[in-house]
């Protein structure tokens, strides 16, 4: 099968790399970030809240700190704000915790508010708008949905009548536009909230399992799936109901090799690759 090479993209600076990557990801404008801890944090609640590091790299190579005070979430979700603030969600929530799941950071590093958004995130990726875009794993079949940084509900998938919407499987947020591939019956879905005639479109797809997906005018690439698909990256037209499958080849590092663990952010005709030890991310382009 061809193969496609990821193309470096950020990394993370060799001074961090004696602290823990807790977490990381690409915001909606092209910047990277890593949430990073002292140490690895312990079973059983030990060493909560505790202080972290935010290193962002920008597309142009410059990096920036910023320190957040008394972060609560274990296994956390990160993204940054317009306003260079930053999110901090834990992806599950339990019951006496449920209003300090998600915290909200200023550009200080100073938290300014917090609430719950629901357990089992799966995803959270924030858009141009500041709106919080978050999708659940299959313990929470609550769907796809977007809240405001101070915790207000905006948009939410309940009346959408998305196809075999149980998991969400992959999330894009470009611009602000949400594209997702959820699970069971993995449709396209383009969620526009501020398109007053439709703000929901849905096609038919035939690949299964992808945990990325991509999208340039009417081209569409998912990226995973089941078994021996785990690195496909499958090529599609978008057509009037449905995507047709036109090609399917094999994503790797830059090095050629297979990515094994990773992390997957998509934002809009990109998909962002980061495999261990996650101090550096790769990026596929349908665009280019």
């Known amino acids: 099968m061809q193969k496609t090479a990821l193309v470096p993209y950020a990394q993370l600076p060799h001074a961090h790399h004696d602290r823990h990557v807790l977490t990381s990801t690409v915001d909606v404008?092209?910047?990277?970030?890593?949430?990073?801890?002292?140490?690895?944090p312990q079973p059983g609640g030990d060493g909560l809240p505790f202080d972290a590091l935010v290193v962002s790299v920008d597309p142009d190579g410059s990096a920036e700190l910023?320190?957040?005070?008394?972060?609560?979430?274990?296994?956390?979700?990160?993204?940054?704000?317009?306003?260079?603030?930053?999110?901090?969600?834990a992806s599950r929530a339990r019951r006496y915790e449920?209003?300090?799941?998600?915290?909200?950071?200023d550009a200080l590093g100073r938290e300014t508010s917090s609430f719950s958004v629901g357990?089992?995130?799966?995803?959270?990726?924030?858009?141009?708008?500041?709106?919080i875009w978050v999708g659940h794993f299959d313990e929470n079949p609550v769907g796809i949905r977007s809240w405001s940084a101070t915790g207000r509900l905006g948009w939410t998938s309940d009346d959408a009548r998305i196809p075999g919407l149980f998991d969400c499987y992959a999330l894009n947020v470009s611009g602000t536009t949400a594209w997702a591939c959820p699970y069971t019956d993995f449709p396209l879905v383009e969620i526009r909230p501020d398109r007053t005639y439709g703000p929901v479109r849905v096609w038919a797809n035939r690949v299964r399992g992808a945990k990325?997906?991509?999208?340039?005018?009417?081209?569409v690439a998912f990226y995973g799936g089941?078994?021996?698909?785990?690195?496909q990256l499958a090529h599609g037209e978008i057509m009037e109901t449905s995507v047709e499958t036109t090609d399917i080849c094999l994503l790797t590092l830059p090095d050629g090799s297979a990515p094994g663990r990773r992390r997957v952010v998509g934002r809009g005709s990109r998909i962002y690759v980061q495999a261990e030890p996650f101090t550096t991310w790769g990026v596929f382009d349908l665009s280019s």
């Open 119 to 131: 357990d089992a995130i799966e995803h959270l990726l924030v858009d141009e708008a500041g709106r």
């Open 98 to 105: 449920d209003a300090n799941q998600v915290q909200v950071f």
């Open 29 to 40: 404008f092209g910047a990277a970030h890593w949430l990073l801890a002292e140490r690895v």
């Open 66 to 89: 910023t320190e957040l005070s008394a972060v609560r979430a274990r296994w956390p979700h990160l993204d940054r704000l317009p306003d260079g603030g930053f999110v901090v969600a």
């Open 226 to 231: 089941y078994g021996d698909g785990r690195d």
């Open 212 to 219: 990325a997906v991509a999208v340039h005018g009417e081209r």
